[in-house]
Structure formats: structure tokens, C-alpha cells
């Protein structure tokens, strides 16, 4: 131990030195503190720009498929339209079994666009008579008491549907069997919930 | 200065103190390294950050216009093949000036199909006869020697444009003239370079 009345230069020293080492431990703790800091926000930013990219890559699918999607629906008028034309086309059909060239041009251009949908992602639904109606591919338009065919079941197809599994451009615009109350036939009515 | 030859208590706390204030030192200067380089890294990865944020939301727009062109295009040959059957359905024509309902019905689709396009960012483009060649939005699929029009004159449309501006669908074929040698208009020939 120095002695206290006597201090020398050697003791001041040591004071001096423990005083500045009471200052470098708290400048040392205050950097340690920083540095946490600095990492803890350096790893969140590196997270986020992780999950920023990833979400973008999905995104970016899911914005490809959204607009596919819509413009499918848009070009799907035009080919119902062209379908509708059809219809008004039976005296085109040629005795020998030929057609109008106009009439082959528009079926092969109806196929075609049929095929593109298709091809989009959106093949055409035809429901079968008597399949089981099925809200995810079907929506009713129309009903009609049959005793023939099971309560629920497709007896008509006033529009194919499009699309497949989860993705439906539209659901088969379809006639449903409800029961016959007195066991015959009736004719072709709204649903009750049609809007 | 502690005297060498008597080191006392004081003088090695001293010499330790000292010891550790280099350590400290050595301490401090590694953990400021450390604050600056941390510092550094997160304040490029909140750049990153903002630049990936910023470019998704352009490579957003940018995909769903890819898609809307590309799924256009697709579109584009069921409507050109629209218009070929239409080319063959002149006695449809009714003498009191009516139409078949097929052929009123697909002229009827057909300008839907023009209008859809349009809609989507590709309206019709039927260049006008004489006006100049534009390699920006004309195809030079024919050229014919004239001597009444000035040469790269359009002189016929094999096919209609779609498209605006930057945004071109499909240029116009056309038919371009070419200066007759012998002063009399010759037949259509193919473009040189045409391949």
C-alpha cells in the first residue's frame, strides 16, 4: 500500500490509470451495447429482404395467373357469342353432308378458341345428364320436378362450364331435378333463390 | 516514475492498471471496428431493401403487361382466322341487303374480338393507301413497281396492325412500292430480303 501522506507520482498515476479504466469499461460496455443493437437490426433487415424476395417470387406468379385470368374471362364472351352465332346456322349444313365454308371456318375458329382457353389453363365443362350437381362446377339456373332422374341431378346445360379443380373461369350453367310432388314431369321453372 | 529497484504494491496495480488500459484500448478499438462495419452492413441492406421494394413493384405492372400481351397474342390468330372465314362468306349477302344470321352474328363476334384487343391495349390499325412505309408499325411482306405513287408508299394491307406506340402487337402487313424501271406498274413481288 502507498502511503496516504505521502502519495507519489507513482500512486497518481495508478489513480488516474484506474479512473480511466472505471471510463474505457463503461465506453466498452456502451459499444458492446451498440454492437447487440447493430446486429439484432442487421439481422432483421437481412429477414426482411429475405422474405421480401421470396413473397415478391410469388407475387409475381400470382400476378401472371390474376391477369390471365381476367383477360381469359373477357375472351370467353367472345366465345360464347361465337357459339350463339352457331346456333343460328343448321340450314348452312349441306344436303350431302357439306358446310357453308363460313360455317366450317367459324366451327374450326370456335375450336380453336376452345382450345386456347384450354390451353390458359381453362378446359371446357360439359356436365353429363344425370351427374350430381356440384356447386364448385355447376351453378343453377333453372330447375324442373323429374321423377325420373334423382333429386339434385343435371337433366340440362344451358353453358358449359371453364376451368378445372380450384381454378373455375365460370361453373356449367346447368337445369337441376327437384322432386316431382305428383309424380309428373313438370315444366322448366326458376330456382327460388335466383336473383 | 515507481523506482525499479523498490516496486512496491502500488507500482504493479499500477503496471496492471496500465496493462488492462491497453487491453481496454485494444478492447475499444475492435468494438468500434465492429459498430462502423455493422453500421455499414445494415444501413446497405435497408437500401437493398427499399431497391427490391421498389423494383417488385415495377416488375408487378411489368409481368402483368407481359402476360395481358403474350396471352393478347394467343388471341390475336383465333381473330385473324375470325376474319378469313368472313372473307368467304360473300353470298350470304341476302339481295335486299340482310345478311344470314350466322354471317350478321360472327361480323357481330368479330368486332367484339376488335374491341376486346383494343381494350387490352391494341387497337386496329389499317394503314391508310399511300401513306408512308414505317418499319415501326408496318411489315413489308410484298413490294409491287409503281409510277403513280411516290416509291415506299403503301400500296395494300395483307393484314391489320394491332397495337400503339411502343406497344405493338403485330405490325400491318403491307404491300410497298417500288419504283417501276420502264415507267408501267408490274406485278407484286416478295421482298428481297424477306425470308
Redesign the interface.
Known amino acids: ?2 502511503d496516504p501522506a505521502r502519495p ?4 497518481t ?2 489513480g488516474a ?2 479512473a ?2 472505471d471510463t ?2 463503461v ?2 460496455a456502451e ?2 451495447e ?2 447487440a443493437f ?2 439484432d ?2 439481422r432483421r ?2 429477414a ?2 429475405d422474405n ?2 421470396k413473397r ?1 417470387t410469388r ?2 406468379v400470382q ?2 395467373t ?3 385470368t381476367q ?2 374471362a ?2 370467353l ?2 366465345l360464347d ?2 357459339d ?3 346456333e ?2 343448321g340450314d ?1 349444313e349441306r344436303p350431302g353432308g357439306g358446310q ?4 366450317e ?2 366451327r ?2 370456335r375450336d ?2 376452345v382450345a ?1 382457353l384450354a ?2 389453363g381453362f378446359p371446357r365443362q360439359e356436365p353429363e345428364m344425370g351427374e350430381r350437381f356440384d356447386p364448385r362446377r355447376h351453378e343453377a339456373v333453372a330447375t324442373t320436378p323429374r321423377n325420373d332422374v334423382p333429386e339434385g341431378a343435371v337433366v340440362g346445360v344451358v353453358l358449359p362450364g371453364y376451368g378445372e379443380d380450384e381454378r373455375q373461369l365460370r361453373p356449367a350453367a346447368v337445369v337441376v331435378a327437384t322432386a316431382a310432388d305428383d309424380g309428373t314431369a313438370g315444366g322448366m321453372s326458376r330456382p327460388k333463390d335466383a336473383g
Chains 1, 2 share one sequence.
Do not use: C, F, I, Y
Not at 8 to 11: F, P, R, S
Open positions: 500500500m502507498a507519489d507520482a507513482t500512486a498515476e495508478a490509470a484506474m480511466d479504466d474505457a469499461a465506453r466498452t459499444l458492446e451498440r454492437v447493430l446486429e437490426q442487421w433487415a437481412l426482411d429482404l421480401v424476395r415478391t407475387e409475381l400476378a401472371r390474376d391477369e390471365r383477360v381469359a373477357q375472351w364472351h367472345v357469342n361465337l350463339r352465332a352457331l343460328h346456322a348452312l357453308h365454308p363460313l360455317l371456318g367459324v374450326a375458329v380453336q378458341a386456347l390451353s390458359l
